[in-house]
């Protein structure tokens, strides 16, 4: 009777770890997969360049001024799209009210709340920093420059007063190489459609390009649409890409 008895109680035991281990036994996991994930940047630098280089190449066509420049400035000035003047103006290139009659921002910079130039879009920055360039007699011998020659265009700058930092040109040479700038420069000029661009002195010119209106050049230049039209004996309001248009009343 004892020896049922243990016989029982083992195969009891037995049957219940068996039962144990079913319990137990993880069902199979359904595995999700993740969306694809956007375009991953290194730094806030490597995005900005991505973002704004097509404009620097862009506006490097229509007026012979570097892309790699353009971009070397906007990171620098803008903190690669992070500084407040870029951040509330869209003014990636730190430019300063002067003549301007548009909108405007207040910063502290070489003195307390100077006013700097507000765009409504950062391609509007873009286009003023190659107007304030190529309109202004002080940066004339920058255009005697061959267009891929980043390394003498950084010097130009600081020679025709652009910045006062004395480290300026290095600052510029060192991110165009550090993130193979030059490249966008060579882009455009294997492709050899820049324009020619002379600015007459005391004589603005402005090129048209893809979204220009009559309306949004006469406001970017303090001009009106009637006396825009005149200068450039326009019969209506048509312009064309890459149309010259004569903008000042000198």
């Not at 004892?2 to 036994?25: E, G, M, N, Q, R």
């Not at 994930?37 to 630098?45: E, F, I, L, Q, R």
Request: charged share 30%; glycine share 6%; with cysteine.
């Amino acid at each position: 009777m004892k020896k049922v008895l243990i016989i029982a109680i083992l195969a009891s035991l037995v049957f219940s770890c068996k039962a144990k281990k079913v319990v137990a036994t993880p069902k199979p996991k359904v595995v999700v997969q993740p969306k694809a994930a956007g375009k991953v940047y290194a730094n806030d630098t490597e995005r900005y360049i991505d973002t704004y280089r097509a404009i620097a190449q862009s506006e490097m066509k229509l007026y012979n001024i570097p892309a790699s420049i353009t971009l070397a400035q906007g990171i620098l000035e803008s903190g690669s799209g992070r500084g407040r003047l870029s951040v509330k103006a869209n003014n990636h290139f730190g430019i300063k009210c002067h003549e301007w009659t548009g909108k405007r921002i207040y910063h502290d910079d070489d003195k307390k709340g100077e006013c700097f130039r507000k765009y409504k879009e950062a391609k509007t920055s873009f286009r003023d920093h190659s107007l304030f360039l190529a309109e202004r007699k002080r940066y004339e011998k920058l255009f005697n420059n061959k267009p891929g020659d980043y390394k003498a265009w950084a010097r130009g700058l600081k020679s025709a007063g652009y910045a006062t930092d004395p480290k300026y040109p290095q600052k510029l040479i060192s991110l165009i190489e550090r993130y193979d700038l030059y490249k966008y420069d060579d882009e455009i000029l294997k492709n050899k459609r820049l324009v020619s661009v002379k600015v007459v002195p005391k004589q603005k010119v402005h090129v048209v390009v893809k979204g220009d209106t009559l309306y949004y050049i006469s406001k970017m230049h303090n001009i009106s649409v009637e006396d825009l039209k005149r200068l450039n004996n326009l019969e209506d309001n048509t312009i064309s890409i890459g149309q010259k248009l004569q903008v000042n009343l000198e």
